[in-house]
């Protein structure tokens, strides 16, 4: 059969591999100077500011570094010059590309290209239908005429969709833009840029370093890697690094960042303890710049920043209750949904609904539900009491419990809404650890004489330690990062999601409040990373447990 | 299988190249004009077209957003838009909706203003003037204004608001500079359930606002008395907002700030005077609890008298009951009200001030207003032509639009905390407010400590 192929195209080698090391040493020294002008640039230009100098900088850094490292190698001729030079190389390729589109507006474009996209939804159909009539004949081995239509029409219906999606204009305007001394330079640097680092790639430049087969495999696994790579470093990594490096600054999102090391942190953790005699109010037993966080009996705790600790004290509170009722309910009802009772399947999806419905809707829900004037928890709760009064000897008074608005008992709203929303998914993930348990040690304890009881306690709980493990720590890293749920609860208090008298506020709140209403993104961060801190030991203690457990 | 890795390759670079092409039509290049003058061929009866065609390269791109409410002012604003667009040949506008107050409004634009992606213009509301104004973020417009035909002058607008807009907080006096112009005015009005009054039995506060006994102790005899109608009646409610507070503490002859906002008068006598009425109030069980939204409960004709905005009226003009508004009742010191306002102000980093600033003229003009006050959300800020108040009173319901006129004569503007940190004193403020009302925190305990506390977030 004759099939529509397209050539294969490869770029010229020039040179040959050792004269194009030679070459590429001298390229490497040049481009290591030019990255060193960048960062110069980057350092003191005042065009840049603000994250757009720390990326530019970060990034100069780092291909500076892969420079110096790959002219050492090259001119000792060591086949790490080879790595280091390709990396450099093919960041530069990368980063040319991506600045160029970014100059041209591509990626402002793209959500444009969502709305243009839709007409070439009857293309893209074809297209599909097409290439699926192809597998279909190749996998029949019949209809060769057919198969090849088929083949044609789908090239046809993807050139099809191009156009329609705006291919040409497109196109012309790239080119437009891209018509200036600096839109070409880009263009240059990145055309340049690519075909060192294919040439350099080449397996003669290779054997002529001695590159063993272990390198040219990781070179290889790293290249397919690596624009998973790249993202997880632009949009994770990098980020992540950004967020600490902001955490010991002052910066407000707008100008440049102004390094003051570790004083968020020691703004955010800082406590004082005094004894107050009688008579003494809080701030006369403080130290200047601190405020009571609490007192019990004459010793009174200050904080620099009550609300963080605060914040802090609310969200242990919260995860006391929050994480046993949305994990020891779940594996009761996990135990009732193993049965192979007729309809339980529908039963197991219904429990499954909350954890797939979205934070906001459910949250909304219960506001109506807690509303104390109007509320359907409210009325349902008089409407009891109220029979139960008609019982001779009955007195009791409508509690008309003020859910979103009593201080005491906000938090525990808030407790009420995670558990609803989590008690169906982590019972399925206990189901799916309920099923793995193997039926012959049930079997044999009842031979034994084992109750029910002591079957759950003795063969179901020890069997489902790793599922226990798995819905505790990620259950209890969803408490302490709690957020959504707050925030439409209690929408209109200050913070925001903060609760009256900031009962529910927690650190996510807290850090929300900091960095995008208050402008302290410095600040924020270091929340953050102290939030992080606490999630991570609150995981390490349970990896700990469970490896006791596992051990004993 | 090489044939379909080209094809995979081609699909996603021609994707990515088209993504070029969507905005060229609103694109400055050059070569764009050109194209619009050979396509759009204008047609002899449409005058706009004819307007457009005959100088397209003067027109540019302008961005603009503000903060609806509900999907009628989005449909209000996006007809204004349009007609703006349509009359004026000098910028192509495109109005974006931004999200509700509690969808986050400020918090998205501060996020996209740090990103370089916010619009040429938007609204903020008035007390995020100076934190906006003070960052840079916003352009001071006084040079463009003065160099402005269209520009009515800062004495055509509402004169509280315009104080504030025009500081300079280099030389801390009001005048030199300008930071926008108001986009409309507000203020608070007590909503009432007349149908709850009448069968409660209590006077209408209308006729004793008439007779000049609307008072502190003529609104909690109504309150006492619609919310003897039963336990899931309340007798008043207002929602957890500073405003909500502060006039009861404005009413007493207090306020949050001493007369040039640089300390906080919240401790004082007449402040907590204020705030002693109004948690007795609650701690009688009079309200809706404060902290949970009133507006449901009145809605559903539980609540017999709600503090709220002019904002509120078109959804409340779908009541089934008898409803209307009474201005707020007077204090020891009289009834003093808050003047809401809020902005359209120039992004600093718009690449088209002069233009922008015409839009800023052209969305506070006196037709414009009129269209939007229509609705029923606000009241026009233009004091310059006496007109727009007489059609203001006539958008009813509700029929005593009065109280919101009378509610403006004696009010307070809010406004930006030039030498302070809005923000951060609201966030001491509000909770420890929650406390009083709660019956968590003494008045005596709030009043030793509140002023300290709030002086801190000065500068």
């Known amino acids: 059969m004759t099939t529509l192929s397209l050539p294969r195209m490869r770029p010229p080698r020039l040179l040959s591999a050792s004269a194009w090391l030679q070459a590429l040493l001298g390229w490497r020294v040049l481009h290591t100077l030019a990255v060193g002008a960048g960062l110069w640039w980057s350092l003191t230009s005042a065009a840049l500011e603000g994250p757009g100098r720390i990326a530019a900088v970060a990034a100069a850094s780092v291909v500076l570094l892969l420079d110096l490292g790959a002219v050492a190698g090259l001119a000792m001729r060591r086949s790490f010059g080879r790595s280091l030079s390709l990396a450099a190389d093919y960041l530069t390729f990368v980063g040319a590309i991506l600045v160029l589109f970014q100059r041209n507006d591509v990626f402002r474009g793209l959500d444009a290209l969502g709305a243009t996209f839709v007409r070439g939804v009857p293309f893209g159909v074809v297209a599909i239908l097409a290439w699926v009539v192809t597998g279909w004949g190749e996998q029949r081995g019949t209809l060769t005429q057919v198969r090849r239509i088929a083949r044609y029409v789908a090239y046809a219906a993807v050139a099809g969709l191009l156009l329609a999606v705006g291919l040409l204009p497109g196109l012309a305007t790239f080119l437009a833009r891209t018509a200036t001394p600096e839109g070409l330079l880009l263009l240059v640097v990145a055309v340049v840029s690519g075909y060192l680092a294919w040439r350099t790639f080449q397996s003669d430049v290779a054997e002529q370093l001695e590159v063993s087969n272990q390198t040219t495999r990781t070179l290889d696994g790293l290249l397919f890697a690596s624009p998973n790579l790249l993202g997880f470093a632009a949009f994770f990594a990098g980020p992540l690094i950004f967020s600490l490096f902001v955490s010991l600054t002052e910066w407000d999102a707008f100008g440049d960042a102004e390094f003051i090391g570790l004083a968020n942190y020691t703004q955010i953790l800082a406590l004082n303890v005094g004894i107050a005699s009688a008579g003494q109010s809080a701030s006369e037993v403080l130290a200047p710049g601190y405020f009571e966080w609490f007192s019990v009996g004459n010793v009174v705790v200050g904080a620099q920043d009550v609300l963080f600790w605060r914040s802090i004290r609310n969200i242990v509170v919260f995860t006391l209750f929050a994480l046993p009722l949305s994990t020891i309910p779940a594996l009761f009802l996990a135990t009732l949904l193993n049965s192979k009772a007729p309809g339980i399947k529908v039963f197991r999806a219904i429990y499954f609904v909350p954890s797939i419905a979205g934070v906001v809707a459910v949250a909304l829900i219960w506001r109506q539900l807690f509303d104390s004037t109007i509320g359907w928890l409210n009325y349902l709760i008089s409407l009891t009491v109220s029979g139960l009064n008609n019982l001779p000897g009955v007195a009791i008074t409508d509690p008309r419990i003020q859910w979103l608005s009593d201080a005491d008992i906000a938090l525990f709203s808030l407790v009420i809404v995670f558990s609803w929303m989590f008690i169906g998914y982590n019972a399925v993930l206990f189901l799916a650890g309920l099923q793995g348990v193997d039926n012959t040690l049930y079997e044999a304890a009842m031979l034994d004489g084992a109750n029910r009881w002591q079957r759950f306690r003795n063969i179901t709980l020890p069997a489902l330690r790793p599922t226990t493990f798995f819905v505790v720590a990620s259950t209890g890293i969803l408490t302490l990062q709690l957020f959504g749920e707050n925030v439409v609860l209690f929408p209109t208090t200050t913070p925001i999601g903060a609760g009256p008298q900031n009962s529910t506020l927690t650190p996510v709140v807290y850090l929300y409040e900091q960095g995008f209403r208050r402008f302290a993104f410095g600040y924020a961060s270091a929340v953050a990373w102290v939030l992080f801190v606490l999630i991570f030991f609150f995981t390490l203690v349970q990896f700990r447990r469970q490896r006791e457990q596992a051990e004993g | ?459």
Request: charged fraction near 25%; proline fraction near 7%; hydrophobic fraction near 35%.
């Open chain 2, 1 to 459: 299988m090489r044939t379909k890795r080209w094809i995979a390759l081609l699909m996603a670079l021609g994707l990515t190249l088209a993504a070029c092409g969507e905005d060229e039509a609103t694109d400055e290049a050059p070569d764009t004009d050109d194209e619009v003058e050979e396509t759009e061929e204008p047609e002899e009866d449409e005058e706009v077209d004819e307007e457009a065609a005959a100088d397209p390269g003067d027109a540019v791109p302008l961005r603009w957003r503000t903060r609806p409410d509900n999907q009628q002012e989005i449909d209000v604003y996006q007809s204004v838009s349009d007609t703006i667009d349509a009359e004026w040949d000098g910028a192509t506008l495109e109005y974006e909706a931004g999200g509700t107050e509690t969808a986050a409004y400020q918090d998205v634009l501060r996020t996209e203003i740090a990103g370089g992606t916010a619009p040429d213009v938007f609204w903020i509301p008035g007390t995020d003037i100076a934190d906006f104004a003070n960052r840079g973020l916003i352009l001071d417009v006084r040079d463009l204004a003065e160099a402005s035909e269209l520009y009515a002058g800062d004495d055509a607008y509402a004169p509280g608001p315009m104080e504030l807009l025009t500081y300079d907080p280099e030389t801390q006096t009001s005048g030199p500079s300008l930071w926008g112009l108001p986009r409309d005015v507000s203020t608070f009005a007590f909503y009432l359930n007349n149908d709850l009054i009448a069968e409660a039995g209590a006077p209408d506060p209308r006729e004793l606002d008439e007779a000049g006994d609307w008072n502190w102790d003529t609104f909690r005899e109504v309150a006492e008395a619609v919310d003897g109608l039963g336990d899931d009646i309340q007798g008043f409610g207002m929602n957890n907002w500073w405003a909500n507070p502060g006039i009861w503490m404005n009413s007493a002859g207090g306020g949050f700030f001493n007369e040039d906002r640089t300390e906080s008068r919240v401790g004082s006598d007449e402040s907590v005077l204020g705030l002693e009425f109004l948690s007795g109030m609650y701690q009688d069980g009079l309200g809706v609890p404060y902290g949970e939204d009133s507006q449901p409960p009145f809605q559903a004709g539980q609540v017999g008298m709600q503090l709220t905005g002019r904002w509120s009226t078109p959804a409340y003009r779908d009541n089934d009951f008898d409803w209307d508004v009474v201005n707020i009742p007077a204090g020891p010191a009289g009834a003093i009200n808050w003047t809401f306002w809020g902005a359209y102000v120039v992004n600093a980093d718009t690449e088209h001030p002069e233009q922008a600033f015409e839009l800023l003229t052209r969305l506070t003009d006196g037709d414009v207003q009129a269209e939007i006050a229509e609705l029923g959300a606000n009241i026009p800020s233009r004091v310059d032509d006496p007109d727009t108040i007489d059609q203001f009173l006539t958008f009813t319901p509700p029929e005593n639009n009065q109280a919101f006129i009378d509610g403006l004569e004696s009010s307070e503007p809010e406004g930006p905390l030039w030498e302070g940190d809005w923000p951060a004193f609201d966030g001491i403020l509000a909770p420890a407010i929650e406390g009083v009302i709660a019956g968590d925190t003494s008045l005596e305990e709030f009043q030793a400590t509140i002023d300290d506390e709030l002086n801190a977030t000065f500068d």
